[in-house]
């Protein structure tokens, strides 16, 4: 196993990779500093203070649109999904670029709509361009799906894409 660390152009760290096997091996590197970058490189630390420039790798936008929630009681109320607490349902929504896949989505429950406290994680599968996703919410609450958390948990495992979407927010309330 190899640990590549990435930098950016002004030399500040970007992530790093774990590779599983030692075939890391730049044809050109430079010794003591990163080399000067184009805006498609990054500086790749090589270990035994020598550098090499890699070309970042084109990341495909996942856009997701049609956004739909299967539910008995499910209501769409402005731009919150209103479901009663332990109640499946079934996310769909199509997805453009993306080929047939499973991917694990975290759900956040938040306060104030935007402060994480907890987050719960659900499977999701991706055929033909439709994405479906089942839960249910066991505590009532204000919970988002949203593409900036999506897309952490994408780069950490070296995806080839990103999500691009509106943030999913849902309400789980108690029913009477």
Not at 52 to 79: D, F, M, T, Y
Not at 97 to 110: A, G, H, I, K
Request: proline letters at 5%; one cysteine or more.
């Amino acid at each position: 196993m190899q640990t590549v660390y990435l930098y950016d152009e002004q030399r500040q760290y970007a992530g790093m990779q774990v590779l599983e096997h030692d075939s890391f091996r730049p044809a050109r590197s430079t010794p003591m500093a990163p080399p000067k970058l184009n805006e498609h490189e990054v500086a790749v630390y090589a270990g035994n203070d020598r550098w090499c420039k890699q070309v970042k790798p084109r990341l495909s936008k996942a856009v997701l649109s049609n956004v739909e929630v299967a539910c008995e009681h499910a209501q769409l109320v402005g731009n919150i999904w209103w479901l009663p607490r332990g109640q499946a349902f079934t996310l769909s929504a199509h997805v453009s670029d993306l080929p047939d896949t499973q991917l694990m989505v975290m759900v956040e429950r938040v306060v104030n709509a935007e402060q994480p406290v907890d987050d719960m994680r659900f499977v999701a599968n991706v055929v033909n361009g439709v994405l479906t996703m089942q839960g249910c919410f066991e505590l009532s609450g204000n919970y988002l799906i949203t593409a900036q958390r999506l897309n952490a948990g994408l780069e950490r495992i070296g995806a080839s894409y990103r999500f691009v979407f509106e943030a999913l927010e849902f309400d789980a309330y108690v029913p009477q």
